[in-house]
C-alpha cells in the first residue's frame, strides 16, 4: 500500500509538471500571451480597444492659453472712448435745451432758427471735408439724409398739434419717469460703430427710436406754451440732434480719432455750462463721470485684463480654414 501511495505521488508530480512547462514555438505558445493593444488615436469613426472618454498622457499637450486676447493700449482706450462720452453729453445738452425751453429762458423761434444753421453749417463742413479727403461717395449719402430730414420735418409740422396734447389726461410724474427711462434705453442700444452712415440697424434703430420717444414726451408738456412753433421747433431739433448729429459724429470718428476727442471735449464742456445755470451739482457730475470714463475706466480695464484666462484645446470644436 505504501508503495503504490508513492508511485501515486511520482505520476501527480510528472503530470503537473508537464502541464506547467511551456510549449514549444510554434505549436501554442502564440495562444498564452494576450494580445497588445494597438496605441490610441484621436478618431472617433473607429472603434478601438480603449473607453470613449480616454485620453493619452498627450492630451494636454496642446493646451493653449489665451491665445486670441487682445492686449489694449491705455491711449487707444482713452481715444477710444470719445464715441460714449459724446453721446452722453448730447443727451445732457438735449435736456437743458428742454429744461431752457420750458422755463421760457429759450424761445421756439430761437431754437428753429440756431438749429437749422447748425445742420446747414454742419452740412457744408461735411461736404469741405469730402472735398479734402476726395470722397465724392459721401456726396449721396448727404442728398439721402436730406431728403428724409425734410420729408420727417414736414410730418411733425403737421402732427404738431397732436403731439402738443398727446399726453394732457397723463400726469406729469409718469412722463418724467417714462422719459427717464427712454433716454437709458437710447444710451445702452446706441449705434457706437463707425463702419455705419446710411442705414439704421438694430440695435441702433431701437435708440433711435427711443430718443423720439423721450422727445414726444417731452414736447408734450410743452402745451402751458401755448404754441405749435415750440413744439415743432423742439421736435426738429430733436431729429437733427438724434437722427442727424450720430452719423456726423461717426464721420468724425472714421476720419480722424483726434476730430472726435475734440468734439468729445467741446460737448461736455457745452453740457457743463448749459446746466452750470439749471444745477451746478449736474455740471459737476457730469464733468466727473466724464473723466472718470475717459481716463479712469480704460485703466481699469487694463488692470483686469490680467485676470483673463481663456484657454483653447483639442476638445474645441473645429474651425474651416
Not at 442728398?143 to 389726461?169: C, H, N, Q, Y
Amino acid at each position: 500500500p505504501h508503495a503504490e501511495t508513492r508511485g501515486s505521488e511520482h505520476t501527480s508530480a510528472a503530470v503537473y509538471t508537464n502541464a506547467c512547462s511551456p510549449l514549444p514555438i510554434g505549436v501554442g505558445g502564440r495562444h498564452s500571451h494576450a494580445r497588445a493593444r494597438r496605441p490610441w488615436r484621436k478618431l472617433l469613426y473607429i472603434k478601438q480597444d480603449y473607453p470613449d472618454d480616454y485620453v493619452d498622457d498627450t492630451f494636454l499637450m496642446e493646451l493653449q492659453k489665451n491665445t486670441n486676447v487682445r492686449m489694449y493700449d491705455y491711449s487707444t482706450i482713452v481715444m477710444q472712448t470719445s464715441v460714449v462720452t459724446q453721446h452722453i453729453s448730447s443727451i445732457m445738452v438735449f435736456i437743458a435745451v428742454f429744461i431752457n425751453l420750458y422755463s421760457s429762458s429759450l424761445t421756439g423761434q430761437l431754437l428753429l432758427w440756431s438749429s437749422s444753421v447748425s445742420t446747414v453749417l454742419g452740412f457744408i463742413l461735411w461736404d469741405l471735408l469730402n472735398m479734402y479727403l476726395r470722397t465724392p461717395e459721401q456726396r449721396i449719402i448727404r442728398l439721402k439724409l436730406i431728403k428724409g430730414a425734410v420729408l420727417f420735418a414736414l410730418l411733425l409740422f403737421g402732427l404738431s398739434p397732436i403731439l402738443r396734447t398727446l399726453t394732457e389726461d397723463t400726469s406729469s410724474d409718469t412722463i418724467w419717469a417714462m422719459t427717464v427711462i427712454f433716454f437709458c434705453v437710447n444710451l445702452a442700444f446706441h449705434d457706437y460703430s463707425t463702419g455705419n452712415l446710411t442705414n439704421i440697424r438694430f440695435p441702433g434703430s431701437v435708440s433711435l427710436n427711443a430718443a423720439i420717444l423721450a422727445s414726444v414726451l417731452l414736447a408734450s408738456q410743452l402745451d402751458q406754451l401755448d404754441s405749435n412753433l415750440s413744439v415743432f421747433a423742439f421736435l426738429a431739433f430733436a431729429l437733427e440732434w438724434f437722427g442727424l448729429f450720430p452719423i456726423f459724429r461717426r464721420y468724425l470718428k472714421r476720419i480722424s480719432a483726434a476730430a472726435s476727442m475734440t468734439m468729445a471735449v467741446l460737448l461736455a464742456l457745452v453740457a457743463a455750462v448749459m446746466f452750470m445755470f439749471i444745477s451746478r451739482a449736474v455740471a459737476l457730475l457730469h464733468l466727473f463721470g466724464t473723466l472718470f470714463i475717459t481716463f479712469v475706466c480704460p485703466l481699469w480695464l487694463i488692470w483686469v485684463q490680467r485676470y483673463k484666462n481663456e484657454i483653447h484645446g483639442p476638445w474645441d470644436e473645429a474651425r474651416p480654414i
